[in-house]
């Protein structure tokens, strides 16, 4: 356990409302990771952070955006949030460098009706 | 071609008997492989890394990598039913780390 806490755990949203799902973790990790998994799809990079307001963009960027105001906490949100955004998204911190051994959190379940 | 490969599944595996998943990947920059385990509904749990050429053991686990063949395996001696999950490949270099589809194994009890 890397002491990852995501919230929520599942929600349920309609098209075009505001959606942030919080990625909390309590060891001072440097980096940490947004992802979508989807079926036929597997993990995908959406955003990842560096460092306290050091954010940038992975292969699935478009219609999220991320906050990172202290080093425990990294926001992901959906703007306004539409069917293709239901999935289930993983925070993950990296202890170490950069893209080195991910621990995940436990998820959360999105769906966009 | 796909940056991760691995086949899709399931592997079927009578209980006890040695797992054997495979990987290929295509970027010769890969620094860094990893094998994670994903039960059904959970987030997946790093059981292996590896960086080097050769063959790298954890318990009932092994790890072999060939870079020049650019192909990643693990093992699982003795496997069990607990065994059961899918499992995900991850290469990585400085700037990107690139996840398999996963590997679906089923050991037969």
């Known amino acids: 356990d890397a002491g990852i806490t995501q919230s929520p755990r599942h929600k349920v949203t309609e098209t075009g409302t505001p959606v942030t799902l919080r990625c909390h973790q309590t060891e001072n990790h440097r980096y940490m990771y947004w992802y979508r998994q989807d079926p036929g799809h597997g993990l995908r990079l959406i955003h990842y952070?560096?460092?306290?307001?050091?954010?940038d963009k992975g292969e699935v960027s478009d219609g999220y955006s991320v906050s990172r105001s202290k080093t425990e906490d990294f926001l992901l949100t959906l703007e306004s949030a539409t069917s293709s955004q239901t999935s289930v998204y993983f925070c993950?911190?990296?202890?170490?460098?950069?893209?080195?051994?991910?621990?995940f959190g436990s998820g959360t379940q999105l769906s966009v009706l | 071609q796909k940056e991760v490969e691995q086949n899709s599944g399931p592997l079927s595996v009578p209980e006890g008997a040695i797992a054997s998943l495979n990987c290929t990947y295509s970027d010769r920059g890969s620094q860094s492989f990893f094998w994670y385990r994903q039960y059904s509904g959970k987030s997946p749990e790093l059981i292996m890394s590896i960086y080097s050429n050769g063959d790298k053991e954890d318990g009932r686990f092994t790890a072999q990598l060939n870079k020049a063949s650019q192909y990643v395996s693990l093992l699982i001696r003795d496997s069990q039913p607990s065994d059961s999950a899918t499992y995900l490949c991850?290469?990585?270099?400085?700037?990107?780390?690139?996840f398999g589809k996963g590997t679906r194994l089923h050991i037969l009890p």
């Open positions: 993950a911190i990296s202890q170490g460098a950069l893209n080195e051994k991910l621990f």
């Open positions: 991850a290469v990585s270099r400085d700037d990107k780390i690139i």
């Open positions: 952070s560096y460092g306290v307001k050091d954010t």
